[in-house]
């Protein structure tokens, strides 16, 4: 501390390390180009990535990115008010495999929201919205409140 | 309404509240932002490109600014934090604990920062010694400007080049991206009292390098 203490007593210095950070302070509209490199390269990678396989009512087998059948779900979650989806995992079931699916996901709640009914309400997001998306109707649907998080003031209005 | 979609009444619901998160990891300043770290990170974990643009959004800048300033260097440290990003979108599910995403990009820019140094200094013509600052390639410093006219803060960036990589490293993540030792010494994987250490010899020798300076 009294190494902190004798540091910052010396003006001339701090002045001249101050001069420094501010001529090292990256305009926001400069990054924009490596923001870009950055998602080019994350949205091939993406593109690679693993597929699920599911199976029309009839029995024709299809397969789907991943990532797409997690956006569908979480989108759903989401949907629901004072729910935040995180993980979404979903496994082809049903006899041929693949014409059912089971859904496994975790959410953040809002502080205050009454879980039971709440949970209905993504169940049957959710199950509508595979059904809609997909074709395929869930078998179950588990989730798993991980976390609460307080309301902010934009979202109450 | 329920009945008639016969397979969404079935499942398990539960709750499992984690622990609270580091403090520092979980700072989202800005307003912006509809989602915590947490949920960012574990989305981008399964992929939510959304997310990770958000993670990228957050950290870039930071991570540019810190980088930038401890090499003095713009390509470099631009270079540094898409190596560091893309690296952290690769690797997101070795993170095992999703709060720590803070924590665990800068200590990948850090210790990709001090690499970028240890190269440096491993070049013959990057000579330390205090007479062939002026020299030096990869300073911020223009070569145009006359020793004359050489200012403070010119003096003061060649000083830095004079400290060691981790002294470099961790004095600008103490001194100037405002972490407290704790932090550094958690960013850095090392005890506090290497964190003092470290900073107190940079001190020093800034000091004695400014001498005449300020």
């Known amino acids: 501390m009294s190494d902190d203490a004798a540091w910052e007593t010396d003006d001339h210095l701090r002045g001249v390390i101050d001069e420094y950070m501010g001529a090292f302070e990256p305009d926001p509209a400069e990054t924009v180009g490596l923001r870009e490199r950055i998602l080019d390269i994350v949205r091939e990678d993406l593109a690679r990535g693993p597929s699920t396989r599911l199976s029309t009512p009839r029995g024709n087998p299809f397969t789907i990115a991943t990532a797409a059948v997690r956006t569908i779900v979480r989108d759903a979650v989401d949907a629901v008010d004072g729910i935040r989806g995180r993980s979404v995992s979903l496994t082809p079931a049903g006899e041929p495999e693949g014409t059912a699916a089971e859904v496994e996901v975790t959410v953040a709640m809002r502080a205050g929201i009454a879980f039971a009914p709440t949970a209905e309400v993504i169940r049957e997001s959710v199950a509508a919205a595979l059904t809609e998306q997909l074709g395929i109707p869930a078998t179950t649907i588990d989730i798993t409140v991980e976390d609460v998080y307080e309301a902010e003031e934009t979202e109450d209005g | ?214």
């Open chain 2, 1 to 214: 309404m329920g009945a008639e979609r016969a397979p969404n009444g079935s499942g398990r619901t539960r709750f499992a509240l984690a622990s609270s998160p580091v403090a520092y990891d979980v700072n989202m300043a800005r307003g912006d932002d509809r989602f915590d770290i947490v949920t960012l990170v574990v989305r981008a974990r399964e992929g939510d490109i959304a997310a990770f643009e958000a993670l990228v959004d957050e950290y870039e800048r930071k991570l540019l600014r810190f980088a930038w300033r401890t090499l003095g260097d713009r390509q470099d440290a631009e270079d540094i934090v898409q190596d560091t990003l893309v690296q952290a979108w690769r690797s997101l599910s070795a993170l095992n604990e999703p709060a720590a995403f803070g924590t665990w990009i800068y200590r990948m820019a850090s210790n990709r920062c001090t690499d970028v140094l240890r190269r440096r200094a491993a070049r013959p013509s990057d000579a330390s010694d205090p007479d062939d600052m002026g020299h030096h390639p990869d300073g911020a410093v223009s070569v145009e400007r006359s020793v004359e006219a050489r200012t403070a803060l010119d003096h003061f960036t060649e000083v830095l080049q004079t400290l060691s990589s981790e002294q470099r490293v961790t004095w600008v993540l103490h001194q100037m991206e405002g972490l407290s030792y704790a932090e550094v010494a958690t960013t850095l994987g090392i005890s506090e009292g290497s964190v003092r250490g470290r900073i107190h010899r940079a001190r020093t020798a800034i000091a004695e390098g400014m001498q005449g300076w300020v």
